[in-house]
């Protein structure tokens, strides 16, 4: 599972959340949502995908609350489980 680590941890009640952990979304988790919305890191798919794979859980709120670059951090990650394994880049 991809660790993320946050450059602006986030407070949760208690908590300091400085890294996430994401796993690759089971074709039921995808339920409601659209591959290529994702694939175009739009904030609302990924806003509503989040909370199913990742720990700690990261609601809405949370997500909301997480600056710019860590938000990208995120999105770029389910972009590359969305691509699968033979997915690259050649310049």
Known sequence: MPTIT???PLQSGDHTIDKIELREP???EMRGL???ELM???YNHTKMLLPRIT???ITGELFDELSLSDATQLMNQIVLF???KNFSVTT
């Open 6 to 8: 946050l450059e602006k």
């Open 55 to 57: 720990t700690p859980t």
């Open 26 to 28: 089971k074709a039921g």
């Open 34 to 36: 659209k591959n290529a």
């Open 40 to 42: 175009m890191q739009d």
């Open 82 to 84: 969305l691509a699968g």
